[in-house]
Structures are given as C-alpha cells and as structure tokens.
C-alpha cells in the first residue's frame, strides 16, 4: 500500500543564518540597527536560497510550474534589493560620508554571484516545469558560497560607517536607508516579490524573538494585508516559503 511522505520543516541549509549585529553586541546606536535590518533581510533570501535548494530534488509534476514561479521571485527579490544598494543606498552614502568609494567593496561582490542567479533565472525561464532538479541544484551550487560570503560580509561593513558621523557631519544612516528603500515600491513588487520576502522571515523566534513587530516594521491591519491578503495572489507560489504569515518556520509544501 503506498504511503504519502510527510514533508520536513525547514532547516536552515545549505546556507547558515546570519547573527545581527544589535543581537551580537547588544549596541543600539543607528549605524548598529541599520546593519541588523540588513542581516535580518539577508537571512530572508538565505531561507528562500535554502527552501528552493531543500524542495527542488521533491517537486512533482503537477507542482513545478508554480515552484518555479517561486525560485524566479527570489531571484527578482534579491536582484531588486541589489539594484536599490547600487543605484540608491550606497551613492547616498557615499554623498552623507563626502566619498566616492565607500561601498564599492560590496558591489563588486555583488558580480561574484549575479551571473550564477542570472543563469538560474534563464534556465527555469527556458524549461519551465520541464526543469531537472540536479540541474537546478548544481546551477545553486555554482553561486552560493559567493552568495552566503557576500550577505555575511556586508553588515558589519555597515557598522563601520559609523567612524564617518561627526558632530560637524552626521550622518542619518536610518533615514538614507529608508528613502533609498521606498523607491523600490511599486505594486508590481508588491503582489510578484514582496510575499517571498516577508514570508521568509522568522521574527518569532530568531534570536529570542527580539526582532517580532519590529522588523519589518509592520503590525495590525498592514501586516494582515501584506502577509495574507497579498499573497492569496499567486498563492500556488508562495507555498514553498520557509515562514508563516505570524513569522514561525514551518513545514515545508513539499
């Protein structure tokens, strides 16, 4: 008699999570909490990384195309947050700090690994729901660790801004980061991109639950309509989160 597979919870590889730096030093001043958003995003795409990588080799049939509706939103997720950094984020402070270079380490890590996603993205384009789950997963292979070091590197970089803020010259890291991260709002972001996003992000647990209503910095009607309302738009995609809308890791779909 054929039995039916229970699937796992998500765990947290291939890719290891990353610690804030407020968690990890228990700083509280702006450059600090700016870089702990920016660790606690990271991890989002790292869960997403991983529960395309822990799901692809179970898929069936009937349920790929949606998958790869799914892995192409990660894709575009992280390719967004990236073109924010470069053409927003990073020129902004580069302008409040009186450089020119400042970030420029990041974004050349930024090129370590946008070719791989840019080759995961065409394959599955190309293939569709005919995609081969060793293919997919050694295209991942080919870009992770160049993935993993560049998101684990670029927080702490944000701290180190810090030295830049005088009396004479302070620098609002919170608000740059805030108006820079508007302008990638729109409402195609929001009902194709913004679920794999939110609903990647364990804020109920994850260093004690520190970071719940917190970041991201929604609660009551705008959380119920951004965690559950929008994402009952393509909702066949958003199955193969690692997150439920209340911010717990959960079983995966598949």
Known sequence: ?????????????????????????????????????????????????????????????????????????????????????????????????GRTDLMSTAVDEH???????????????????????????????????????HLKSEPPSIVALRQYSTAERPIDILSIADAAGKKQVNLSFVFNILPVFLLNMDTADFEGGMWHDVFPPFKGAVKWVLTKAVPSWHSGRWRFVSCSAEGKVKQLAV
């Open 1 to 97: 008699m054929a039995t039916t597979m229970t699937p796992p919870m998500y765990t947290d590889t291939p890719l290891a999570l990353l610690p804030t730096p407020q968690f990890e030093t228990g700083e509280t001043d702006p450059f600090t909490i700016e870089a702990s958003h920016m660790a606690l995003s990271h991890n989002s795409f790292i869960r997403g990384f991983n529960s395309i990588y822990q799901q692809a080799p179970r898929v069936k049939a009937a349920d790929k195309a949606d998958f790869v509706g799914y892995c192409i939103a990660w894709h575009d997720c992280v390719d967004a947050h990236h073109h924010y950094e470069e053409t927003e984020f990073f020129p902004n402070i580069n302008k409040a700090c």
């Open 111 to 149: 090129a370590t690994f946008h070719g791989g996603m840019e080759r995961m993205k065409a394959y599955l384009q190309h293939e569709g729901a005919n995609f081969k789950a060793d293919e997919l997963i050694a295209i991942l292979d080919s870009f992770k660790d160049a993935l993993h070091s």
